[in-house]
């Protein structure tokens, strides 16, 4: 039973350039999140994508963008990349509308310079 | 709006000591509760959870007891091993509202076993 994926793990861009990371979610599960982590910090919360949808979005500005595909994968775009989009970018996903516990995916870790 | 508060740290234990890891949150209502863990360089993986007051979650000798009373969600485990050496986050997600399934996380806090 194949767990969270993501990919790349690593990247590195320059400012203003824009990214794109994927996620495909554990066997069974509907629904995805994205949460941002900085060095040293607890992981905030991006967004969430269910049925294709944003469902929730959490205080992030408009250039973090996403999209979930009908297999349930996603992607996280980021444009105009601040020097401060460094971080590792973690993909969660769980099960149904109810949700409650979600599992993380090892991270893509984003070097902006 | 929701908060997790966990215990400062680093902390720093010997091989076979007793651990805690304090956390207290501020939610409306009845938010269902976590330990998260991450090794070096790696994503999360989920520890522990408990759904509802007075509920317990344990998993490989870690324990956690949901305290409605004091709002805490400490973690404690009898004896460490270096294997152990992470870091560990306290979370909560709470249905309903605006906050639905969203998990809000303390800051994290770094053990150290040594041998």
């Known amino acids: 039973d194949a767990g969270v994926t993501q990919s790349p793990t690593h990247l590195i861009k320059t400012r203003g350039q824009q990214v794109t990371l994927r996620c495909s979610p554990k066997?069974?599960?509907?629904?995805v999140s994205w949460y941002q982590q900085a060095l040293g910090q607890g992981p905030q919360f991006i967004f969430q994508?269910?049925?294709?949808?944003?469902?929730q979005r959490g205080n992030f500005p408009d250039r973090f963008s996403g999209h979930q595909f009908p297999n349930y994968s996603s992607e996280l775009n980021v444009n105009a990349l601040l020097l401060g989009d460094s971080a590792l970018y973690l993909c969660?996903?769980?099960?149904?509308?109810?949700?409650?516990?979600?599992?993380f995916g090892p991270g893509t870790r984003l070097l902006v310079l | 709006g929701n908060s997790v508060t966990q215990m400062e740290g680093p902390v720093t234990l010997s091989e076979e000591a007793f651990l805690t890891i304090n956390c207290t949150y501020t939610?409306?209502?009845?938010?269902?509760l976590f330990w998260y863990v991450q090794y070096p360089g790696e994503g999360l993986q989920l520890l522990l959870k408990?759904?509802?007051?007075?509920d317990k979650g344990s998993n490989k000798g870690f324990e956690a007891t949901y305290r409605k009373e004091t709002t805490s969600f400490h973690l404690e485990k009898g004896s460490v091993q270096v294997s152990d050496s992470a870091v560990y986050f306290c979370?909560?997600?709470?249905?309903?509202?605006?906050?639905?399934?969203?998990?809000?996380f303390g800051q994290g806090t770094i053990l150290t076993v040594h041998p």
């Open positions: 969660a996903s769980s099960w149904g509308r109810l949700q409650e516990t979600q599992y």
């Open positions: 979370a909560l997600s709470k249905a309903g509202g605006t906050s639905y399934g969203k998990l809000t």
């Open positions: 939610a409306t209502g009845y938010p269902s």
């Open positions: 408990a759904t509802k007051a007075d």
């Open positions: 994508y269910y049925e294709e949808e944003e469902r």
């Open positions: 066997s069974g599960h509907d629904t």
